[in-house]
């Protein structure tokens, strides 16, 4: 029953970063700002351009 839940949690954490994800670059094509807690605040940022390469590299 361990694995099970754990696997849910797994899930749900990956769900939540895709949403992330999805709601920074609608963010940042909209020009708009997202809030973030930092130092015991709300602060609201622009999201930075996401520059990390998604597949592998070519092996040549």
Do not use: C, V
Not at 26 to 33: F, Q, T, V
Not at 36 to 58: F, L, S
């Amino acid at each position: 029953m361990k694995n099970q839940h754990e696997s849910y949690a797994i899930k749900g954490l990956k769900a939540l970063k895709r949403a992330a994800k999805k709601a920074a670059e609608d963010a940042m094509k909209n020009n708009l700002k997202i809030p973030i807690w930092k130092d015991g605040k709300i602060e609201y940022i622009i999201p930075e351009i996401d520059t990390e390469q998604g597949a592998p590299g070519d092996a040549k």
